[in-house]
């Protein structure tokens, strides 16, 4: 298939998109990335297009068409809930941010606050791929699975992992290290890009010119431990400064915790994972006996990003049961609202880069099958936690907080052009390494390591 056919238009280096690039004078060479501007079908083509909303599950619980625009920089809009400043927290650092925002947000950070950054490709070491392959294999398989006359032959994952392909080898760099020097994000669980392409499945991330990227994904699978780094799921919580740490890290620590432990999702689900269900039902029925010390917010009904974190910032305990996978978002929506997860499976944790491999410092960890087989009483479990210990986790996740989160990149972008009257350097971060910076650097280690 040409390219001319397969309508990939023709290559166009990242600076043309906007202004010129000049990495940091402290960049060390092995840091210098290239960004490379894929043709829109490859990324937020299909999202920024009126045919996003067509698609049924982009509409529900909210427009999810807007919350990944890229006019909100894929964190989303604005949230303009009251309930923010109610509980003592700015409400310009919050955003309608999806959980599955991961290629979205990385790509604007890349593209636009990235100190290394570098439009020549011949001195980069490493080469970012701004593919939407979690966004790609949700939009098409809600279209085209199951496989009946909605199915194209061949199925859309399946033709643009040919088109991909045949675009990347028009360039030379590729092929200077069999792609392992290249890196993308995958905003959704990784099996869900290295299956076979099919209309219910996807393969973008296991073509033969993909298959040895290494990924920024939320949650690993077994056959590609080796080319992963696990980072923390994007929350609504988008800080600007330091300041804006400084002032969450003392409100979260003096927050009064009425509830001893509560639970914000979905109770009767009829989905995801068995061990995840049974654990809810057991979870719910201890919940339900204890209900003076135990609450549930039940969103299987609309439940608002503020509602959640009122719960939390009000809870000494969250519980972090499976759901749809073993990692959840919800682990980092509590640990930003100083509310100690309790979690039921190691494997809710991957993220050794982000998280202290002992999850007692800042989690509470009761085995599911406890629950599950021997009935073993959450709530009663939680109470006899001895004060100290509760208050050494809390601190210690404070102090965590600012490599957890995504900082807010247009804000960031203003904010540095306003305090230096637009002559600064636009890539100049603010005093603090947040999720972006430790998992880009752990990306470019791992490439290193692939390389030797």
Known sequence: MSSEAAGLGSFQPAEKQGAAVHPRSSCHPSQL???????PQF??????????????????????????????????????D????????????????????????????????????????QSAAAFYVPLYAGIQFHIHTSKECPETENCPQPPTLLRLGWEFDEWLRRLPYVERNGGRDHF????????????????????????????????????????????????PYPTAFHPVSLADHNTH???????????????????DRTWGLDSGRQLRAALKEQCDA????CKLLDCNKECTIADQFELYMSS???????GDSPTRRGIFDALQAGCIPVIFSYESVPYPEFLPADVKQYA???????????????????????????????????????????????????AVETTTGGNGNRRVLLGWESAYEVAIEAALRKIRDRLQ
């Open 33 to 39: 990335v290239y960004v490379y501007d894929l043709p």
């Open 43 to 80: 990324n937020n083509g299909l999202i920024d297009s009126n045919e996003c909303a067509e698609r049924w599950y982009w509409a529900h619980p909210r427009n999810a068409c807007i919350a990944y625009s890229s006019e909100h920089w894929g964190i989303g809009p604005p949230l303009r």
């Open 82 to 121: 009251e309930k923010f400043s109610a509980l003592g927290s700015d409400p310009r650092l919050w955003a309608d941010t999806g959980q599955h925002a991961l290629e979205l947000i990385y790509h604007h950070y890349m593209m636009n606050l990235y100190p290394c950054r570098t439009t020549n490709p």
């Open 184 to 231: 993308l994000a995958m905003g959704f669980v990784t099996n869900f890009g290295v299956l076979d392409s099919t209309c219910c499945s996807s393969g973008l991330l296991n073509t033969p010119v993909t298959k040895d990227m290494t990924i920024i994904g939320i949650e690993p699978i077994v056959n590609h431990l080796d080319r992963q780094v696990n980072v």
């Open 249 to 267: 890290q003392a409100l979260i620590q003096a927050s009064h915790r009425p509830i001893l432990v509560s639970f914000a999702g979905s109770l």
């Open 290 to 293: 204890r209900a003076k010390l």
């Open 316 to 322: 000494t305990f969250c519980l972090q049961p499976p």
């Open 364 to 414: 509470v960890f009761i085995p599911k099958d406890d629950v599950i087989d021997l009935g073993s009483d959450v709530i009663e479990l939680l109470e006899r936690l001895p004060v100290a210990e509760i208050l050494a986790k809390r601190q210690f996740i404070a102090r965590l907080l600012p490599r957890l989160v995504y900082r807010n990149v247009n804000r960031t972008l203003h």
